[in-house]
């Protein structure tokens, strides 16, 4: 029997939670989704005529209406947030009230009644000494994005009833499509605009494809009370990647000009290797491959007209 049946979802009209709800209706479980729609609706389209879907239009630092999307609710998934370094960087008034003192009066709200699973990031790291990144290799954020979703771990600690993903960098074709991610930038400027111009190519990043995040969340929903009150890395290392080797791969697929250059500076200074190890061993793994996702992408790219829609910033 189903310990959680009624998920509410934050921030359910993005990238993430517009891949996730699908998954969680076919699993059986009833979907409230509580977003202020910033980035617009349009994915949940395909939703509003399932039976166990439900959507309120609300924004996570009014109090009255997150009373209003808790009521019935066995389960949170909390996804709200200004997502990415680029987008916390051009608003960090804004992403800073939303990322962080939202996420405080969520919990607030909450007041350790109901369990919450929390979507974190591995930019927590920041500029690391060593290669290597455990789950206890202590934090180092130096975006607004980095520092920010570091504090709402600490928040969301104090919930009790929590499980915390850092998610490696996010890749693959969504409802709720974005273009800010590499992979999927990369693919985009590959087909549409024939040329890419890449600086610090050997810069290491991890990855995974947005349906295998929406998988783990649906693993921490069903593992619950053995991962309860851990934090966890999410991703695969199958899927470390230099930015040079993301290139090559798309390259072998589609005919463009590339380009290393040697300036440029990406401010999020991920440049490191992280171990998955942990959730591994208690049954999670991702599936999607790099090249399975660049082919995805490529079809999709064919189809998007308007790049403006499908920004995160």
Known sequence: MMKFKNIL????????????????????FKVRVF???????????P????????????????????????????????LAAIVGYPACRKEPELSRDINVSGTKNLIKHIAKKIPIFFAST?????KMISKYCTETTPLNPLTDYGIQKAEAEKIVGLNDKFVIYRFATAFGVSPRMRLDLLPNDFTYRA??????????????????????????????????????GEVYNVGDDRLNYSKEAICLLIK??????LHFAEVGHDLDQRDYI???QKINKIGYKTRISMEAGIDELIEACKAIDNPFLFSNV
């Open 9 to 28: 979802i934050t921030g359910g009209a993005g990238y993430v939670g517009t891949t996730l709800i699908g998954l969680l209706l076919e699993n059986g």
């Open 35 to 45: 977003d202020s729609l910033r980035v617009g609706g349009y994915g949940l389209m």
């Open 47 to 78: 939703y509003f005529s399932k039976q166990n879907f439900s959507f309120m239009d609300g924004d996570i630092r009014n109090g009255e209406q997150v009373d209003r999307a808790l009521e019935d609710i066995d389960f949170i998934i909390h």
């Open 122 to 126: 591995g930019s927590t790291y920041g």
């Open 191 to 228: 087909v549409k605009e024939k040329t890419l111009i890449v600086y610090e190519k050997n810069f290491m990043r991890t990855f995974i494809h947005v349906r295998d995040m929406a998988k783990a969340i649906l693993f921490a929903l069903e593992n619950f009370q053995k991962m309860n």
């Open 252 to 257: 072998k697929k589609v005919d463009y000009y």
């Open 274 to 276: 992280v171990s998955y």
